[in-house]
């Protein structure tokens, strides 16, 4: 049986990569492993169906068999310990990859999704003026604090892992606010994470749900 993961059916930033389903592609892209996917109204997220594997009205969800799993960082790391070529072998640099996950989803990604609340969906209310400069402040912590630790290296800790997957998509949040340009060795991380083959081969099958008469932007 092939694994199967859903996406939305129509992807609110229009197919661009920052859906998490993309996260779950790549994984699976870069471990060569074929994949079928479901996809999901906004609806029907809602409904008993998809709550039985989902309880909290989300995408991505992953399927292989009887085994179920939701959360992206649960079903990333899932794929990476099953298949080779996202974790390394020697048991410290394992456990390196999946802190850097870790960090990536627990340390990095709560400000920037905390600036896309305040831009998009408190972008009406009277505190926006004020708060904004105070979320951008703690993004560009964050990024300094990242941007100093890889330094001129091209990934966080050798060979290209899981935790580059994580921090590169979780970057890539942030670059529409410009604040990503302000770090020029993360701009260039982000693009080394880009170019890659199995990331354009994800990109590309999001893109094309959403624009399916249009080349990958």
Known sequence: MAIVITAFEKSPDGGLGLARDTRVRWA?????QPYEVRLVSFRALKQRAHLAIQPFGQIPTYEDGDLVLF????????????????LPVDAGAR????????????TVEPPILELVVVKFLEGDRPWKAGRLPLVEARIRHRLGQLSDWLGDA????????????????VLLRVRPSGLLGEYPNLAAYVARGEARPAYKRAFAAQWAVNNPALPPA
């Not at 699976?28 to 060569?32: A, G, K, P």
């Not at 959360?71 to 310990?81: D, K, S, Y």
């Not at 966080?156 to 921090?167: E, K, R």
């Open 95 to 106: 456990a390196r990859a999946i802190t850097w996950m870790f960090a990536a989803l627990n």
């Open 28 to 32: 699976l892209e870069e471990v060569n």
């Open 71 to 86: 959360e992206t960082g649960a079903i990333v790391l899932h794929i990476a310990e099953r298949h080779p070529g996202l």
């Open 154 to 169: 091209d990934w966080l800790d050798g060979a290209f892992g899981v935790g580059d997957l994580m921090m590169v998509s």
